[in-house]
């Protein structure tokens, strides 16, 4: 951390008498820090024992602010190597009028894509697989679950459910399931999709590498072949703080009104 940053907890020495409570003192003083650009991305804080030596308080104090700006998604916290200040994401803006996927998506940006399998199966379908895909109980449906990392950063979690007919082995997909399906002529060329806002629990953001709690988008994308037939039901997660969906609007004329 550089001589500047220390500062910070220097000059909090001399401020400390102002009345709010100072756990808010030291959490204005760090936020203002990052954001000033006095300490920037991946910097590591000094220990919380430095920290209150320096600030002239005490560690009990330093850790409610510090476990704050962790919660806040400010700093980080990494088992055995301290404390950070969070990486800053870069957000992706997402058109909603193209139908792509994430591979293509992220490559278009130049980034570079790889998943995490969670899960990739055959099974009975649930109540919503079996409605939206319109299987009977004794057909499988194929589950694919995955961490969509670009960049090295945790983006989303997809969880994607296709009929068994047109997925008999979901371990056969390689990196892209809509090029796999474009292999079958099975890519869906149509899709409905619904965001909804989520608070990511505990598991989910311990994924997606941030604190619980925070706020994220919940996506249900359900696609078509050109015959109508469903053939991707996909319930996501993404990261709020990474991803601007954008919509293009258009005034309808008279002329135009009622048109598909
Ligand atoms: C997108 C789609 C997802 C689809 C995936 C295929 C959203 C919200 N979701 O991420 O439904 O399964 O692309 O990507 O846009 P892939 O071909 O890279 O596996």
Redesign the pocket.
């Known amino acids: 951390m550089s001589e500047a940053a220390d500062q910070i907890f220097a000059t909090l020495r001399h401020q400390a008498q102002s009345g709010a409570p100072l756990y808010l003192q030291l959490r204005k003083s760090i936020e203002d820090a990052v954001n000033r650009g006095l300490i920037g991305p991946g910097d590591a804080l000094p220990s919380e024992r430095d920290i209150a030596t320096k600030a002239d308080i005490s560690r009990v104090t330093v850790r409610k602010a510090v476990q704050d700006l962790v919660k806040g998604g400010i700093l980080v916290q990494r088992h055995g190597s301290g404390t950070f200040v969070a990486p800053r994401m870069e957000r992706v803006e997402?058109s909603l009028s193209r139908l792509?996927?994430?591979?293509?998506?992220m490559a278009r940006r130049g980034m570079v894509?790889r998943?995490a399998w969670l899960d990739r199966g055959l099974y009975a379908p649930s109540p919503d697989e079996m409605m939206v895909l319109g299987l009977s109980s004794s057909e499988l449906v194929a589950r694919?679950a995955?961490l969509?990392i670009a960049n090295d950063t945790p983006l989303?979690i997809?969880r994607?459910s296709l009929s068994a007919s047109v997925l008999p082995d979901p371990a056969d997909?390689g990196?892209?399931?809509?090029?796999?399906?474009e292999l079958t002529g099975n890519r869906p060329v149509r899709?409905v999709?619904r965001i909804s806002a989520a608070n990511l629990g505990d598991s989910d953001a311990r994924l997606l590498e941030v604190p619980p709690g925070i706020a994220g988008l919940h996506?249900e994308?359900i696609?078509y072949l050109a015959s109508g037939k469903v053939i991707?039901f996909?319930r996501?997660i993404?990261r709020g703080d990474a991803y601007d969906f954008v919509a293009e609007l258009r005034l309808t004329g008279p002329s135009e009104e009622g048109r598909p």
């Not at 792509?100 to 998506?105: I, K, L, M």
């Not at 990196?175 to 399906?181: D, E, P, Q, R």
């Open positions: 997402q792509t996927s994430f591979t293509e998506d894509v998943s694919v995955r969509r989303a997809e994607a997909i990196s892209s399931l809509y090029a796999a399906l899709a999709q996506i994308r696609s991707e996909t996501s993404y």
